[in-house]
């Protein structure tokens, strides 16, 4: 986990998944490969977050994604209804 992709100013543990998600999209998809995500989780190491993200390239190959998540982490947007 030491080179974990570290994200910053997410208001929310979604905003920090939509985050993640769009990362992987720009590093994958603009080499022309599509992505499936395959598993997904969240770790702990420490006083540090992370979330590990799984996934299957078109070309076959497997790969593991390591978000630090630690400014996010526990923070829930509760929407009014």
Known sequence: MTHAVIITGAQSHYESVMAEYE?????YAGKGLKFTIVEQGVLKNQKRHYDAVKIKLSDGAVKTIFFDITESYDKFVIYPQ
């Open 23 to 27: 990362y992987i999209k720009e590093k």
